[in-house]
């Protein structure tokens, strides 16, 4: 029998953690097993508003989502493990689309995403997530892996302070490209980062990312540029 962890890394997101909790738990299927939130060391009240919504909230040893992460699966209990950034909102029935891609041989996966915005430009990203192309993902799709082959890759590589998704999947379609799905459904995922920059300017600063990532460029160098393009 397959079971599901959801694993939430967090850093300062009470205004979004107790939403996104009780989002969780309005599907009810009997193979989610917990909702793990791990905290990068937030300076509100994120861990207990997360523990108050019915959530395990812990503190991660160590600051950085791919280390949050990988305490999360560390410590999680399901065979499938479903990794959700804080402001995003999977599809309701999400435990069955994730069950069903399994069933079909797929040991990873994603949704495609909309944006919480009506803008005409967001809608050109939202189209291009159907495509199963590396330099269209990330974690704002949710990602679900079975824990045999995360384990296989040893999780998330935690030098990654930026891009981690996009280094765990590289190494994942390295092995077999056909082990992942993208599922037809969309993710709604906040445009804030769009809505403090223009358009173009979060585009510019994620093709440098991208190219520098493909590079081989230090994680850590890519994390300060990024940074500095972008308020």
Request: hydrophobic share 45%; proline share 3%.
């Amino acid at each position: 029998m397959h079971t599901i962890s959801v694993i939430i890394p967090t850093l300062n997101e009470e205004k979004n953690i107790e939403n996104l909790v009780q989002h969780l738990q309005k599907d009810e299927d009997s193979s989610i097993v917990e909702i793990i939130v791990v905290d990068g060391g937030s300076i509100d009240h994120t861990l207990a508003v997360a523990l108050k919504a019915g959530a395990v909230a812990v503190r991660s040893p160590q600051k950085g989502r791919a280390a949050q992460m990988n305490f999360g699966a560390h410590m999680a209990k399901g065979n499938i493990l479903y990794f959700i950034h804080a402001d995003a909102r999977p599809p309701l029935g999400f435990a069955q689309d994730i069950l069903g891609a399994i069933q079909e041989g797929f040991q990873s996966g994603c949704y495609r995403f909309r944006f919480d915005s009506p803008k005409t430009l967001l809608k050109i990203n939202n189209y291009f997530t159907r495509f199963k192309l590396l330099a269209v993902r990330g974690g704002d799709q949710t990602l679900f892996i079975t824990r045999e082959w995360f384990d296989k890759l040893n999780g998330f590589d935690e030098r990654y302070v930026i891009m981690e998704e996009y280094d765990l999947l590289r190494r994942l379609w390295r092995q077999n490209r056909s082990f992942f799905k993208v599922i037809p459904k969309n993710v709604l995922i906040s445009a804030r980062k769009y809505d403090n920059n223009s358009w173009l300017r979060v585009q510019i600063a994620n093709l440098v990312a991208m190219t520098l990532f493909k590079l081989g460029t230090s994680p850590l160098k890519i994390a300060h540029i990024y940074k500095k393009m972008l308020h």
